[in-house]
């Protein structure tokens, strides 16, 4: 069993930055991936990012070039650092784990950018 605790979240306007931060209850390195989701209402969770046990991350299209994930290399934490944010970013962004083909979802943290 792996808990995530999230924080971070927000209102944000066009154009500003958010962090959002995921601790785990173990080492992210006993983790195949760990990363964030997001889901818009009346869509279905999309990937945001993740990172892979080796280090390699991958993005969706939509955040590249403008959110990065990192991670904790001496402890259990990701870090997502959200930034120019648009109107389209709002979403509740939930943190993910997989570990040995089984996923671990944080409760959420909404993130909402508007004027």
């Known amino acids: 069993q792996v808990q995530l605790v999230e924080s971070g979240g927000g209102l944000v306007q066009p154009g500003g930055s958010l962090r959002l931060s995921c601790a785990a209850s173990t080492s992210i390195f006993s983790l195949s991936t760990m990363g964030w989701y997001r889901q818009a209402p009346g869509e279905q969770r999309e990937l945001v990012a993740i990172v892979t046990y080796g280090g390699s991350t991958n993005y969706a299209d939509s955040v590249k070039g403008r959110f990065t994930l990192s991670r904790d290399s001496a402890g259990n934490t990701v870090y997502l650092q959200m930034k120019s944010l648009k109107p389209e970013d709002t979403a509740v962004y939930y943190c993910?784990?997989?570990?040995?083909?089984?996923?671990?979802w944080g409760q959420g943290t909404q993130v909402t950018v508007s004027s």
């Open positions: 993910n784990a997989r570990k040995w083909n089984l996923d671990y």
